[in-house]
């Protein structure tokens, strides 16, 4: 059931960022008269599976999900479909009509990307606000793994900036540091800047979750007790644990470490309650747990912010900036040769895991409408920045073609743009195979 709505919810994301990407490039074609031969959602190489035409349109759905497309007459595009361009243009053709006509419309399904996701976040800025955990609430420094050690942190160090900015979000932050050039932290009473190593990076990066390199830490008071046996063994709501077989526990990080590392067995626990130090003997599951949580004390360091309508619109588009600001940044980690990152980059099946849903404490799953659109506004900016790269079959390389019409004064001659078409599509065809083929390997490997 949980696979189903991911599938769900990953075809109808592309099917909404597909449709109204073409439809920025079909409406402006329209509004100036250019013969528009198809509308397709996702591909259809040999056969779709449904078609109908329409006036001069054909509108269709292909079998293979990688996107979609408008076919414009005149217009060398990905179907290399030239016997039309070899007669004389004709005035509702893509190629007879002005510079400036087709550079609104190969800008328009980029446009559309933008504005989409622009909108979205509003909408989830304004309806759900938004929701952070602040770290400048917590007094006690990171916890960091030999990850961040790798990074250049210290235990004990305080961050203050990341390449001369202060950043209080955790998300943001764990993401800011992979991203980052310097920190500066307060250390041992001093202000000190370091240049993240790189060999820290491709630790993270080589984790399942790289992000899990940097976390706040807590006092190890529990909140809630789920296993029964552990409640029986005298462990009490609001007791702090303070020793665990005789090592001094200080933080509940501190003590979930201890219990992992004792899987089935029984530990000698000292717990401070009311003033008063108390051992017990506490048993470990199989699994290394103890059942028992400081989750109410971490929500306190969330908060929430609430945005007006008017206020929501602005944050919108700062929101489509920041999301197209991390993505443009991650790139220098995907090429980074230590980092490696593009073996973290995946395909439509990576996607699809990671899928997010809504699981209820009863077993069952949703989809997480609030993800679900956070992921479509992501997604979309990503598609628009993809389209813009000037690479010959993406809109960028139409568009660099136009540019370069109206500063030179004359089309680049119809022959290089066929050829520069053809190349483009053969690697844009190599790319979607070697990260379908890396999708598939990490299935057969079982590293997804």
């Known amino acids: 059931m949980e696979l189903a709505i991911k599938i769900f919810q990953f075809i109808l994301s592309i099917s909404i960022l597909v449709i109204l990407h073409e439809l920025g490039h079909f409406l402006p074609a329209k509004y100036f008269k250019t013969k ?10 040999w056969f779709s599976v449904v078609k109908k035409k329409i006036g001069e349109t054909e509108y269709g759905i292909g079998w293979l999900p990688f996107g979609g497309y408008v076919k414009i007459a005149g217009m060398v595009d990905e179907s290399m479909d030239t016997e039309q361009l070899k007669q004389p243009a004709q005035p509702w053709e893509f190629r007879a009509k002005p510079a400036w006509q087709r550079l609104i419309i190969m800008m328009g399904g980029v446009t559309v990307n933008f504005f989409l996701a622009w909108i979205i976040y509003g909408c989830l800025s304004f309806f759900n606000g938004e929701t952070s955990f602040d770290t400048a609430k917590v007094d006690a420094p990171m916890n960091y793994t030999s990850v961040a050690k790798g990074m250049g942190f210290q235990d004990g160090d305080k961050i203050l900036k990341v390449d001369g900015k202060t950043q209080n979000n955790l998300d943001k932050l764990a993401l800011d540091v992979l991203l980052s050039d310097e920190i500066t932290v307060l250390r041992n009473g001093k202000e000190i800047t370091f240049p993240t190593n790189d060999d820290g990076k491709a630790m993270a990066f080589r984790d399942e979750n790289p992000k899990a390199f940097l976390t706040p830490r807590f006092s190890a008071v529990i909140d809630t007790i789920i296993n029964p046996k552990t409640a029986a063994a005298g462990l009490k709501v609001g007791d702090q644990v303070v020793s665990v077989n005789n090592q001094k526990i200080n933080y509940y990080d ?6 992992t590392k004792n899987a089935n067995k029984n530990l000698n ?12 003997m506490l048993p470990v599951s199989k699994e290394g747990t103890l059942g028992v949580s400081s989750y109410k004390q971490i929500q306190k360091y969330y908060e929430t912010k609430h945005f007006t309508f008017g206020e929501s619109i602005g944050r919108g588009f700062t929101r489509s900036i920041e999301s197209l600001t991390y993505q443009v940044k991650q790139f220098k980690l995907i090429f980074n040769k230590k980092v490696q990152g593009y073996k973290k980059v995946g395909g439509p099946l990576a996607i699809i895991k990671n899928m997010p849903v809504d699981k209820a404490k009863d077993g069952s799953v949703s989809v997480d409408w609030a993800a679900f659109w956070s992921f479509t506004a992501m997604f979309s900016v990503w598609l628009a920045f993809l389209n813009l790269i000037p690479i010959p079959g993406l809109d960028g390389g139409h568009v660099i073609f136009t540019l370069y019409e109206m500063i030179v004064g004359k089309p680049v001659p119809q022959k290089i743009l066929e050829n520069a078409q053809m190349v483009g599509v053969i690697f844009l065809l190599g790319l979607m195979l070697l990260i379908f083929g890396s999708d598939i390997f990490k299935i057969v490997t079982d590293k997804f």
Not at 36 to 41: D, G, Q, R
């Open 36 to 45: 528009v031969e198809k509308f397709y959602l996702f591909f259809d190489p």
């Open 254 to 259: 501190e003590l979930q470490a201890v219990i």
């Open 269 to 280: 626990v000292e717990v401070v309650r009311n003033g008063v130090v108390q051992p017990l």
